[in-house]
């Protein structure tokens, strides 16, 4: 009788039972979904895998990573090692221009700057992402030291790469204007040009700290402002305008080299035809005749001197040739460098706005944080490809590190000394003994 009633009510038994069928279904579905998230919350991870696990503090699919014991070794070695090497290299850097006086020069400041920014970096910014990069992502030093973290990131960052775009101007403008440009670098204004890079820096910081775009951070990430406009104008003016100088310095510097080389080439000794007709002049008349020695001796010492002019002008055009030379390589490695380790982070840096809104990040976290180390790789490589192409810094960091810190100042005189006197010597010894061989050739037919 129960099942007639429900017939009446219902229609068709089948319509009935549907309806039941597919109730039941929604009702488990619903617990065994919440069993699942319960267990997934409060049970262990025992994989030694790194997991994902979304949080409350994860928005627009930003995710926290949760790293077994062995990854968080790994990593945490890389970072800590990566974070010693950055901070020693660039101490060595200011250590050595500051305690040797053969490098306490006007044209050294700027690497001093370099360094004081990428130890900066160091020591302010890079462990506290270390920490964060442990612990999967998440921001765990509060609301107020965000803020800090990323004004301090971001001038130390942004110095470092205007600094290298200054160096590059600066190589630019002694290469070009080898007489006038090194009277005009001295100390006061290369601390002008210094002060007005950090200012500059600085400038980019003020915003989110004042209003016009704030800073994402909601108890668990910590990310720079997304604001549009403020990100175009961040990375255009820490990076993409600096890049742009970098690239234009080093191309006139390249074709510079590249002129100087071809001219190098082409000209060679000036008049080696004429001083070789005059050598063979001067060896047949002292073959000759007795009564001309007189005239051969004026003869070979006019030839001398004209030698030595010579040979002053090819010094003088080898010393330029090669200091272009050693400046484009220089600049070049540096330029390369540069832009290998920042250029992938700035791109995504700018693009992520415009993909993922401005109040979160979209970008996978192990590829935010992978670009941004190798960002940070920067600062660690520019003191060694200086003191790569430096010679005093190479013998200075060499004696501080073996604990040599006496008469530091003489070896690098006396080094420099040896240097000047080696490029005096040789072409004066390679004129000498040209005239000598001409004077002492055998006789080769009877005297006329």
Not at 289 to 312: D, F, I, M, N
Not at 420 to 425: H, I, R, S, W
Request: charged share 20%.
């Amino acid at each position: 009788m129960f099942r007639y009633e429900l017939i009446a009510a219902y229609g068709r038994p089948n319509m009935f039972f549907d309806v039941t069928r597919q109730l039941f279904r929604y009702i488990y579905a619903r617990r065994a979904v919440c069993k699942f998230l319960s267990f997934s919350a409060t049970s262990p991870s025992t994989s030694s895998q790194p997991q994902v696990m979304e949080t409350n503090g994860t928005r627009c699919g930003e995710l926290i990573l949760s790293y077994g014991r062995v990854e968080k070794v790994l990593i945490g070695g890389v970072l800590t090692m990566l974070t010693l090497s950055t901070i020693c290299g660039n101490l060595l850097v200011v250590i050595s221009v500051c305690f040797v006086k053969k490098l306490r020069q006007p044209s050294n400041y700027l690497i001093v700057s370099l360094a004081v920014a990428d130890l900066s970096v160091a020591v302010a910014v890079m462990p506290f992402v270390s920490i964060t990069d442990l612990i999967g992502g998440q921001w765990i030093f509060g609301q107020f030291f965000c803020n800090v973290f990323i004004a301090m990131d971001v001038m130390c960052c942004t110095a470092s790469i205007m600094t290298l775009c200054v160096i590059s101007i600066d190589r630019y403008l002694g290469i070009t204007k080898p007489l006038t440009y090194p009277v005009r670098q001295n100390g006061c204004c290369m601390a002008k040009m210094i002060l007005s890079v950090w200012l500059l820096s600085a400038s980019i910081t003020l915003p989110p700290l004042f209003g016009w775009a704030q800073n994402v951070n909601d108890g668990r990430v910590c990310l720079i402002s997304q604001d549009f406009g403020y990100t175009v104008y961040s990375t255009a003016v820490a990076f993409y305008i600096p890049m742009s100088v970098m690239l234009i310095m080093y191309y006139r510097i390249y074709r510079a080299a590249k002129l100087s080389a071809a001219k190098h080439t082409i000209t060679g000794f000036p008049r080696e035809g004429e001083q070789r007709e005059s050598l063979d002049c001067v060896a047949a008349a002292l073959k000759l005749q007795r009564e001309v020695e007189e005239e051969c001796s004026t003869r070979v010492s006019r030839l001398l001197k004209t030698g030595e002019h010579h040979q002053r002008r090819k010094r003088k055009n080898q010393s330029i040739f090669k200091r272009e030379q050693k400046a484009a390589t220089t600049l070049g490695i540096v330029v390369g460098a540069f832009t290998f380790c920042w250029l992938p982070f700035f791109l995504v840096s700018t693009a992520r706005p415009f993909v993922c809104g401005v109040e979160c990040s979209c970008v996978p976290l192990w590829l935010e944080r992978t670009l941004l180390w190798l960002g940070y790789a920067n600062c660690l490589i520019n003191p060694f490809i200086y003191a790569f192409f430096n010679r005093d810094l190479r013998t200075t960091y060499s004696n501080l590190l073996r604990c040599r810190y006496r008469n530091i100042n003489r070896k690098l005189s006396a080094a420099g000394m040896h240097e000047a006197l080696k490029l005096v010597e040789k072409p004066d010894t390679d004129v000498r003994l040209s005239v000598t061989q001409h004077q002492c050739l055998p006789d080769r037919g009877p005297h006329t």
